[in-house]
């Protein structure tokens, strides 16, 4: 089952103001990967994740034909952190969200700093559906029953 934890919840809300916002793991329909950093990930329900799109560029693409992500989080100088190497690993499935209540709750779940870069909402929701949380070492800390 996966239920995130809130030092979860501290270490992702505060990933962009410690410097050390999450990369974001996609690959195309031919499995070429790529990785991105996002300043906006955010807990969007216990077994789900968000960020906003606003780049609008080649992840939104590549989550559309391939909805396989990975969200890697970082930051061993944070104490709270009790994960190998301060390292956390998010897999799951992603959708693209234009508009609708779901849009709406990420985009009030973005920081205040990546809102501003997009002062005119044009940006679309990731919602990433969960089935893994792991360490650096592929120790599973949960997982979709």
Not at 19 to 32: E, N, Q, R, V, Y
Not at 80 to 99: D, M, Q, W
Request: net charge neutral; proline share 6%.
């Amino acid at each position: 089952m996966i239920k995130m934890t809130p030092i979860m919840k501290e270490l992702l809300d505060k990933a962009l103001e410690d410097g050390t916002p999450c990369l974001i793991g996609t690959a195309s329909k031919d499995g070429h990967p790529q990785i991105s950093p996002k300043g906006s990930v955010a807990i969007f329900a216990d077994d789900k994740l968000c960020y906003w799109e606003r780049a609008r560029r080649s992840s939104e693409k590549r989550v559309g034909e391939n909805p396989h992500v990975v969200v890697y989080y970082r930051n061993a100088a944070r104490k709270e952190n009790p994960y190998r190497a301060g390292c956390i690993r998010f897999h799951g499935k992603a959708r693209l969200v234009t508009s609708g209540p779901e849009w709406d709750k990420a985009w009030e779940l973005t920081n205040h700093e990546e809102q501003t870069k997009d002062p005119d909402k044009k940006g679309a929701a990731v919602i990433i559906d969960l089935d893994l949380i792991e360490q650096i070492d592929s120790t599973i800390i949960m997982k979709r029953d």
